[in-house]
């Protein structure tokens, strides 16, 4: 491991937050820097490669830089630019939004300002916090892991925190030396309190803990939590969640309830929603109706239209949807909060709204008969999936709205739709102040036929039988392979197809030479590729 000083002035910010510097056509990755600074950087390598670059001196200070307010700024790491003033951290994640787009999707298109938050302080309704032994014994710290470790920051006052949910955190640490809990020890992997989860509701006084253990039992729990409930009553609810496995997963399988009903409500355009341990809620809930409502006011609805919210989760989107649609579909493969969403909908009087335990690409593909005016998908970080993406073009909705918690693959997924869909607008939204992560809402329309991408036949002018668009030779050799573990060849389909009276183009899989044999399709092959027709209504 060698190191190395220079000075450079950082010529932009990455995706990270991280000023960018050059030296010897190196680049480098800089925390807590910023674009037109100038700095004493030192550089650590390892085998020869640049593995950590820092701040040694700062040389000038960009107008854009504030003092951080967080005294645990440099060592936590859960923020990364709060010495950002804050109209430079929206202007940032506009920039952000733009530059990935047309880095990773070549998609140059205008994107709005970003949405921001009329107070970036105290917005996190949701905490979870590692339990680990203090410095003297008997002791438990709680706070956060700083930056790519496992290394415990012991935090007493996070300024992104509910304040509601600090002084709960106070009160636990007090009653767990009463009750003489023991902290978690991750490397010897010994005690019982390993995370502790607070969410709190932004409409109502209402609160959760959920105490995360490495054991099942729990020597006196009742105890504490009514202790705790009786001296914070805003606590409606208390869970245990048991977590035995050595993971970085926060949450286990197994949870009981130990006080309560197990959940706390929130309201968003008028609607409780109903929020559990494990169910996902947007964790600003400052911004939550702004999020949404650009989503909801782009697909101008008029009460006439079909809807469907993919990726629905607890049916919140969905749900704050259906007062403006004729009717709400919502489709989501995790069945505990398909549970969760009719719930949902049951304690707000929805009767427009049904949500269905169901992988979203298999719903559409199964129900290409029903028409959606409106698609709503809000997936995970890692983007949709191609098949799901065909799926909705064969729907053909005349508007997408997508909300995006990654620019990366929000540009990747838009690639797969720009054919038949225009953008309409790109609008950041910030639900993470001080740190780098954005929300974007990306409503589509579909173009008219004419703009659209034409189908270009081959000389021979053989058409394509209504069968062959049902579903794509790789959409086939997809179901097959996820089904039985099995791959199958586009020629092993093209013979069955042909055998099943569903006719190729001439120029499908035939034999350079007239002589050559072709090898032929086993009957166990056959007899999937059937099933995957029969499925895509293809037989």
Known sequence: ?????????????????KGMVADNGVTFFVPNLLKGEKAEIETTFSYGKPSDARVVKRLTNS???????????????????MHMSYE???????????????KFGKI????????????????RNKIQKPVRPGKKKGEISVGFFAENTHNLISVDNCLIEDKRSIAITDKILELCKKYKVQPYDEDKRTGLLRHILIKTSFSYDEAMVCFVTAQDVFPGIKNLAKNLVNEMPIIKTVV????????????GEKERIVYGP????????????????????????????????????????????KVLDAYCGTGTIGLCASKY?????????????????????????????????????DYILNNLDEHFD??????????????????????????????SCNPVTLARDLVFLKDEYSIDFVTPVDLFPHSAHVETVTLLQRKDIDDRLKVRFDLDNVPLVKEETKATYQEIKDYIFNKYNVKVSTLNIAQTKTKYGIIERECYNKPKDEDSRQPKCTREKEEMIVDALKHFKML
């Open 1 to 17: 491991m060698t190191k190395k000083k220079f000075e450079a002035v950082a010529f932009a910010v990455d995706d990270e937050g």
């Open 325 to 361: 649609a004729k009717e709400v579909i919502g489709v989501e493969i995790v069945k505990e909060a398909i549970r969760d969403a009719t719930n949902n909908a049951k304690i707000n009087g929805v009767t427009n709204a049904t949500f269905i335990a169901d992988d979203c690409t």
């Open 88 to 102: 430079s951290q929206l202007k940032y994640k506009q920039e952000k939004v733009y530059n990935l787009l047309k």
């Open 374 to 403: 409106v698609i709503f998908m809000d997936p995970p970080r890692k983007g949709s999936t191609p098949e799901f993406l065909n799926a909705v073009k064969k729907m053909s909705p005349r508007k997408i709205a997508y909300i």
């Open 262 to 305: 197990g959940r706390i409500k929130d309201n968003i355009f008028g609607l409780d929603f109903l929020i559990s341990a494990k169910s996902f809620y947007q964790t600003n809930p400052r911004q939550i109706e702004k999020l949404y409502g650009l989503a909801i006011e782009g697909a101008k609805l008029t009460g006439t239209e």
């Open 108 to 123: 140059d298109v205008k994107v709005n300002p970003t949405v921001g938050v009329e107070n970036p302080w105290n917005f």
């Open 63 to 81: 107008p854009d830089r504030v003092t951080p307010k967080c005294k645990y700024y440099d060592k936590c790491g859960g923020c990364s630019i």
């Open 240 to 251: 245990q969640n048991i977590n035995t496995r050595k993971t970085n997963v926060i949450l």
